[in-house]
Structures are given as structure tokens and as C-alpha cells.
């Protein structure tokens, strides 16, 4: 009997659906700015390795504006920028060089245009270096107060120029050669000046730029030695409830600090010491300060400080609340060049900024800057500055060269008589992330930044692996125009942007491979343009 052999129906199997093997991970803009203190493995995503000309504000990382040529051929480097301003309304903005001149470089002017000195002032350690502030006497005269080591005290009205000299005669200074001066300010109505080279100050009757003056010698109360630097007039919130209070700061150049309050200097009830603090060794050119709000930003050999921190007992380094994240980067560099000329520190009020002006063998013209509303750290970069102001409302810087700039204002860097200069140009490096775990290797498919703007951005961006901090080198193309742009760039394909009204981001495609990932971005806008937030898509791999 033959058997029926059942054979199986062959049916095509069924497939799954191929399984997603990559991931993805957003991270907003690094709005904490530079931070030096984290960890190379898994810093914290709001902070930067790498931060030039991208200011962290409130909606993310904003490119500066640029800066335009605003007087050319002055003689001379320009090493101070002073302004006069009157009750009156008159505002002057004044120029002086290496080679003694002052010039009024209030209204701009054509590159061609070669000012006209208002004055030449001999002598000088160097020439140039002023220290200027404007002044009210008792009789209701405004004067601008000048003071320069080896040039002597000079004061003026608007019009003239007119030395104070040694003497007991109407408009001199008796007690005391003027010559000697090297540092001037005001501290409840009174004059104070620092002489050059020593740890004593002189000061003034109330009211008067001139007449006898006494000398009040700080030497005592400066253990560390050196001379007396500045004397700074404070204004703080005192704690007493009694509003705001007073007090006459002194820094010596070791870096003593000596805080005074009272009224007349010449009587020890109303005028006493209250305490004595230690910032270290301060740079040369007594700009190291500035005033901010109710404090006083001070740098030296150990990093930037805020003198309410100091009192508080706070340190340069883990204590501090607001340079923490970068004063032991910048405390090596001040420590490296504390003879050179300068460091400066200056609160500029429209940008939001406290600018720390480098001394000028920074080649690579290179400002570290804080934003004072987001507390966060980056670097300007590009911007010629051997010193800087704020002046009626806008931020002026001089060079080397002989020009002053005005500074975050248009939309190129170095334009000239209406022509534009170079694009401006951010670059961040974010701190490296896991993009998952951090032992698995990640084989980096793609990444998107993204952008408000007025315009299409141009960007080069990548992954870096551990711990790179490159940036692309391939440039990037910016038109400046307000609609349509596309990436076609270093490892991004030609990727036509999308987005709707300001946004603006693409995906591109990013190379390599790594345990851990960081977004190294260049960017060149318009300057409103704002970093908001970045995505990165991975493929995870194995432990080897």
C-alpha cells in the first residue's frame, strides 16, 4: 500500500521590520559661556570649551556686532581714551597718543581726514597713559582731571588745557610737586592723588582742584610692600540700613587691599580703617579695575574678583562666585605678562560687559568678556583694542596704530568709510558629551545646529571626538541677504536650509567616531543672529 506523502507548502517567511539602530540627543546652546573647571568626560552641556564672539544672552549665544573705522592718522599709539562732560551738555571724546598729543576724536571722520592735536604734553612713563575723570568745584567750574606718570596734572575746561604746577599761588598745589602724580580721583568731593613710586596719596580741601594738599601715607597698612597703585571711590548698599555708604578703596601693587570710610581724613574719629584684604600682584598701568553697579571688578596675577567677594571671604578659584570658571586659565596669562601694557578692565553699559582688555603683546587681539545679566564668560576676537570706553552711549576702542574704533556697532568687522570689512564670525566648542553612556564607542552620523536670525547664517559644523577641540577650517559662506541660503560646506552637504519666519537649521552629515562628542561650530551672520540649541544623531557600538 503506497503511503501519501504530505509535502510542506513552501510560503515566502515574513521580515520584521529592520530595526533603528541610531539615536538622537538635543542639547541647548552652552548659555553658562567658558568653563574651565569641568571635567573633559561629561562637562556640563551648558558650558563651552570654546567661545569666541558668541555672547551667551537670554535667548542663547548672540554674534557681536562689528566695529568701524571711526578717526584714523593720529600720531602715535592711542593709549588712553578720555570724555568730557559737562552739566552744560557738551560731550567730548578725546584721543591721547604715545607721542604726547590729545586729540578730540568726538565726531567721526573720513579715513583720508588727518586730525589736529588740541595739544602736546611732553614727558610721560609712558606718554599717554591718562588717568582722567570729570570734576565739579565748589564755585560750579567742570573740569576734566588728567594725571599721567612723568607727564604731571593737568586739567581742562572744554576749550583749554592748562597745567597745575608746585606753587602757593592761585591754581597750584602747595605741599606736594604735581609733577609727581601718577594717579588721580575723587573720594567725597575731595581730590586724591596717588604719587608715582610710593605708598603715600595727597589730597584736596572739599570742592577744589587746587591749594594745599596733606599726604595720607597707606605704607603701614600694606604688609605684602610695593607702592600704593589706585585709590577707588566704592559705593555699595551698606548693611547698617542706612542706604548707600562710601568707602576709599586702596590697592597696592603687591595686591594689598586697604578699605577706609569716613568723611575728613584729617580727623581719626570720622575716618578709620576697616579692614585689610589680599588680591595678588596687580598688572602695570593702573587699569586693572573697574567700577560695575555697586562693585569694583578687580584683576591680578590670580584671576578676576568682584571686591564684595573678597570681603565675604571668597577665593580666586573654588569660592568665587563669578570667574570661577575661567581664572585659572586667565590667572596664567596675567601672571605671564604683569610688566606689559594693557590690562584693563572696563564695564561697558549698552553691551551689557565687563570687557578684560589683554596686554598688547596679545598679537591675536583676543578680550575675554563677561555678560553681566546671563553671569556667563566668552572671548571677543579680531577687535583691535589697546584700550577701551564707554562714551555716550557706545563703546570706542584705540590701537596701536593710531585709530579709534567704534565698537558692536554695524555689521562687518573693520568697515571704512561705508565699505564693509570681514564677516563676522563666531566659533564654539561645547563641553564633550556621552551621547548615551561613555563607555561605548558612537559612529557620529550627523548633527544640527540651529539659529535665530534675520537672515540665513552660514555654518561649518562636526562632531569632535575625544578631546578635540578643532574647529572646521573650511570657510564659510554668508551673503547676508535676508532670504534663501544654502550649506555647502567643509563636511556638510548642499542642504538647502529649512525653517519658518527667523529659525534656521540643517542636518548634515559629521565623521568619525568616540566614547564621547562635542559640537564645534563656526558660524558668520548678521549680528542679531542667536545660537539657540543643537541635535546629534549617533549609531551606538561596542566597548573596543
Request: glycine letters at 12%; proline letters at 5%; a negative charge.
Amino acid at each position: 500500500m503506497l503511503r501519501q506523502i504530505h509535502r510542506p507548502r513552501l510560503t515566502t517567511p515574513r521580515r520584521s521590520a529592520a530595526s533603528q539602530t541610531h539615536e538622537a540627543y538635543p542639547f541647548s546652546a552652552p548659555l553658562r559661556g567658558l568653563d574651565v573647571t569641568q571635567p573633559l568626560p561629561g562637562g556640563s552641556p551648558m558650558t563651552a570649551l570654546l567661545l569666541d564672539n558668541l555672547i551667551p544672552r537670554t535667548l542663547g549665544l548672540q554674534l557681536r556686532s562689528g566695529y568701524l573705522r571711526w578717526v584714523s592718522n593720529l600720531n602715535g599709539a592711542v593709549r588712553s581714551l578720555m570724555k568730557f562732560q559737562s552739566a552744560a551738555g557738551v560731550s567730548k571724546l578725546l584721543a591721547g597718543t604715545d607721542a604726547g598729543r590729545i586729540y578730540d576724536v568726538t565726531a567721526a571722520q573720513l579715513s583720508s581726514f588727518t586730525p589736529t592735536a588740541l595739544t602736546t604734553i611732553p614727558g610721560g612713563a609712558p606718554a599717554g597713559e591718562w588717568t582722567s575723570f570729570n570734576f565739579v568745584t565748589d564755585t560750579g567750574v567742570h573740569y576734566l582731571i588728567l594725571v599721567c606718570p612723568g607727564s604731571g596734572y593737568w586739567v581742562y575746561d572744554g576749550t583749554t588745557f592748562t597745567q597745575v604746577t608746585a606753587g602757593a599761588g592761585a591754581g597750584q598745589i602747595d605741599g606736594v610737586d604735581p609733577d609727581t602724580f601718577a594717579f588721580a580721583m575723587v573720594y567725597k568731593k575731595r581730590l586724591w592723588f596717588v604719587v608715582n613710586g610710593s605708598t603715600s596719596a595727597w589730597y584736596l580741601p572739599v570742592g577744589q582742584y587746587a591749594g594745599v594738599a596733606k599726604q595720607f601715607d597707606f605704607g603701614p597698612m600694606m604688609p605684602n610692600g610695593g607702592s600704593l597703585e589706585v585709590l577707588i571711590n566704592w559705593n555699595f548698599d551698606g548693611s547698617t540700613g542706612a542706604g548707600l555708604n562710601t568707602q576709599l578703596v586702596a590697592i597696592g601693587q603687591q595686591g594689598d587691599v586697604v578699605i577706609y570710610e569716613g568723611e575728613d581724613p584729617d580727623t581719626a574719629a570720622t575716618f578709620r580703617n576697616v579692614g585689610c584684604w589680599y588680591v595678588g600682584h596687580v598688572p602695570v598701568g593702573r587699569r586693572f579695575f573697574s567700577q560695575y553697579s555697586a562693585d569694583i571688578a578687580v584683576l591680578s596675577e590670580r584671576g578676576l574678583c568682584f571686591l564684595s567677594e573678597l570681603m565675604r571671604g571668597q577665593g580666586f578659584f573654588q569660592n568665587v562666585v563669578t570667574a570661577q570658571s575661567i581664572n585659572s586659565m586667565l590667572a596664567r596669562e596675567v601672571s605671564q605678562s604683569l610688566d606689559t601694557r594693557y590690562w584693563e578692565v572696563c564695564f561697558l553699559p549698552h553691551e551689557q560687559l565687563v570687557v578684560i582688555n589683554r596686554a598688547e603683546v596679545n598679537v591675536e587681539n583676543i578680550q575675554w568678556c563677561y555678560e553681566v545679566n546671563n553671569k556667563a564668560f566668552a572671548r571677543l576676537t579680531n577687535i583691535p583694542m589697546l584700550t577701551v570706553i564707554a562714551f555716550d552711549g557706545d563703546s570706542f576702542s584705540g590701537d596701536l596704530s593710531g585709530n579709534v574704533w567704534a565698537l558692536f556697532s554695524g555689521a562687518s568687522d573693520g568697515a571704512i568709510d561705508g565699505v564693509a570689512g570681514a564677516d563676522l564670525e563666531g566659533r564654539c566648542v561645547t563641553a564633550f558629551q556621552t551621547l548615551g553612556d561613555g563607555v561605548r564607542y558612537k559612529r557620529f552620523l550627523m548633527v544640527r545646529p540651529s539659529f535665530i536670525s534675520t537672515s540665513p547664517p552660514g555654518v561649518a559644523a562636526r562632531l569632535n571626538s575625544e578631546w578635540s577641540v578643532q574647529i572646521p577650517t573650511s570657510g564659510t559662506v554668508y551673503d547676508g541677504k535676508p532670504a534663501g541660503g544654502i550649506w555647502d560646506l567643509d563636511n556638510w552637504d548642499v542642504a538647502n536650509w529649512s525653517g519658518e519666519g527667523q529659525s534656521y537649521e540643517a542636518w548634515t552629515g559629521s565623521e568619525g567616531s568616540g566614547r564621547y562628542g562635542s559640537l564645534a561650530l563656526r558660524v558668520r551672520g548678521a549680528p542679531d543672529t542667536i545660537f539657540v540649541g543643537w541635535q546629534a544623531v549617533v549609531e551606538p557600538g561596542g566597548i573596543l
